[in-house]
């Protein structure tokens, strides 16, 4: 089973920018479908951003056009490049692969 492993949180101030990895311990390119989540103190994991095998992404509104999720089969990663960066957008970070796996997630502060 492909085990997933995030880096590239951290404090930023707002308007900054992060790119978080995610690297895979096998194979993606047969996934169809990979994510990044998030999850801030006292809410639900909510799905931030998503890429099929065919390179289809799609956003939650609240990220588009700051957000780029993008992956690199040949080195079984992928990124998710955050520019503009908002308070709002502190929380924990996790990749997902399906079905059903998990990072350990990496942390996002945005703060002044």
């Known amino acids: 089973q492909v085990q997933l492993v995030e880096s590239g949180g951290g404090l930023v101030q707002p308007g900054g920018s992060l790119r978080l990895s995610c690297v895979a311990s096998g194979s993606i390119s047969s996934i169809n479908f990979m994510g990044w989540f998030r999850q801030a103190p006292g809410t639900g994991r909510e799905l931030v951003a998503s890429?099929?095998?065919?390179?289809?992404?799609n956003y939650v509104d609240s990220v588009k056009e700051r957000f780029t999720i993008s992956r690199d089969t040949a080195k079984n990663m992928m990124y998710l490049q955050m520019n503009s960066l908002k308070p709002e957008d502190t929380a924990v970070y996790y990749c997902y692969s399906a079905p059903g796996i998990w990072g350990q997630g990496t942390q996002v502060t945005v703060s002044s």
């Open positions: 890429i099929t095998s065919r390179g289809i992404t």
